[in-house]
Structures are given as C-alpha cells and as structure tokens.
C-alpha cells in the first residue's frame, strides 16, 4: 500500500506562488533591459529588413534603463549606421529605422544622397544590382530606387537628439517627418535578423543575420535582397 506525502516536507503554498511571481519579474525585467526580440510591421526598412522579420534586440547596447520608463541609469552612445530600436516621439509605438545622424553633425538628403557635414555621402551599386550607401562606419543596403525623397533641408542636431530615416527612405514615416530622436527614446540596437522569410532565402539561410560583418565594414549579401 503507498503511504501518503509526508506534509512536513511540502512547499507551502504561499512560497509556490512567491517563486512564480519572481521568476515572472526575472523574465520581465531581462526583456525589458537586457535583450528581447522585435518584428518588423512595415517596409521601411527594405531591403536590410523585410516585413515579418524577427529580430534580435540588445537593450544594452545604449546603457541600463528603468523598466517601462524612458529613465537611464547607465548610458552609452550609438554609433552612426546602427539599425535602432526606439519608441516614436509622436504616438510612442515602437519602431525601427537607421540612426544616421549624430549631435553635432549638420545633415541634410535630397533626395536622393544624404549630405553629411557638407560632404555627399557616396552610393555604390554592387554585382548583383544592390545599391549600397557608404555611410562612415557602416556600409549598407539601400532601396535600389534612385529617388527617395522627400528631402530635407540642412539641419544641426541638437545634444542628446539623433536623426533616424528608413533603408527605403521613399516609404518610411522618419525624422523627414515627425523630428529628431530624443535619446531617452532609445530603448536598443538590432544585432541580427533571428528569421528572415524573404523571398531568395532558402534553409539555414533564413537563420541570423547579422546587421554587421566580422570585419565591420562590409554587408551580408542576405541583408540586400
């Protein structure tokens, strides 16, 4: 015959729920701070990031902040060319664009190039029909489209402000349109594409895309179709 369970050696049931509730905050608070994933809704950045990618964010990337909120306990700069994470100044959804624009830089596009400290910002177009712009510290894939307006007439950005545009700057609601990022807004950088179901892509292929190369400077063919 069995015997029942020895009652001096259950878990009260209060501490059962306790361990849920903070195994639950690790799980918040990790994904609130630390990393999390992100899929895209539209096309506005084509063709780096398709519509229904999943992406992996880090929310470290730019310091530690307060769950929930746009406090910063720790900070670290972007770098220009980082593919961002950030809730929209106009109605605070969450959304994603190319930081291309840093305090102190006076910026301007026409179009069709930016213009970057009075300097034009140069387009190449590779082999396999990509348009690629060479922005200082990060090459990358561009909407092959040689007309990507509206432009946007010279600015100087502000401290702790930051100017974001769409990959297909011809389809993308961005600085053009609502202003420059305050940098409280920021809540990560995107690492890589996790799954890609793009057209042109096959097996393992779909799997981790990283925004940037070992080296830095180059783009993974993947990101350009």
């Known amino acids: 015959m069995g015997s029942a369970p020895d009652s001096k050696h259950q878990r009260p049931r209060w501490k059962l729920y306790v361990l849920d509730i903070v195994a639950l ?10 990393a999390d994933h992100y899929h895209v809704p539209s096309g506005s950045m084509e063709p780096t990031l398709a519509i229904k990618d999943h992406l992996a964010v880090d929310k470290r990337a730019y310091g530690l902040r307060v769950p929930l909120t746009h406090t910063w306990l720790t900070e670290s ?3 220009r060319g980082d593919v961002v994470v950030f809730d929209s100044p106009i109605d605070g959804k969450v959304m994603v664009k190319r ?16 213009v970057l400290n009075g300097q034009t910002v140069a387009q190449e177009q590779t082999e ?11 090459r990358h894939a561009l909407h092959p489209e040689p007309y990507q307006g509206p432009g946007m007439e010279e600015l100087v950005i502000p401290p702790r402000h930051y100017l974001v545009l769409g990959d297909h700057r011809g389809n993308s609601a ?52």
Do not use: C
Not at 99 to 114: H, N, Q, T, W
Not at 128 to 138: C, S, V
């Open 128 to 138: 396999d029909g990509a348009r690629l712009e060479l922005l200082p510290g990060a």
């Open 77 to 79: 700069e972007p770098q």
């Open 99 to 114: 930081l291309v624009g840093l305090p102190g830089d006076r910026i301007a596009f026409d179009g069709e190039a930016l």
């Open 174 to 225: 961005d600085s053009r349109v609502w202003g420059l990022l305050p940098r409280e807004n920021l809540l990560g950088r995107v690492v890589a594409v996790l799954y890609s179901s793009r057209e042109g892509l096959s097996g393992g292929e779909r799997w981790w895309i990283p925004m940037r190369t070992e080296e830095g400077s180059g783009v993974d063919p993947r990101l350009t179709r």
């Open 25 to 34: 905050g690790v799980l918040f608070v990790g994904r609130a701070s630390f």
